[in-house]
């Protein structure tokens, strides 16, 4: 599933059904794209072993730009850091 905003940045976020840490990081993730443009990617890992086996019980994931820069849990200031380009 991808939504488009502006494609300054890719967000690919990595989750899966049913993960309780991936809805509340998913909704920092949705705020933070009211104020900063950026295109986001969401995956299911459960549709691909291969990621399964990459990121299993590790999620959720979020890569800027194909760099993984959170894991488990989204830090807001963080994340807006990094997508303003302050934060590299």
Do not use: W
Request: proline share 5%; aromatic share 10%.
């Amino acid at each position: 599933m991808t939504f488009e905003r502006n494609s300054e940045k890719n967000v690919t976020f990595y989750t899966k059904p049913g993960c309780s840490l991936c809805e509340k990081a998913m909704v920092i993730v949705n705020r933070v794209m009211e104020d900063i443009p950026f295109h986001l990617e969401v995956t299911d890992i459960t549709r691909s072993p291969a990621l399964i086996q990459e990121y299993g019980l590790h999620i959720p994931v979020v890569c800027i730009d194909g760099v993984e820069v959170f894991r488990f849990h989204v830090d807001e200031a963080k994340f807006r850091s990094r997508l303003s380009g302050a934060g590299k």
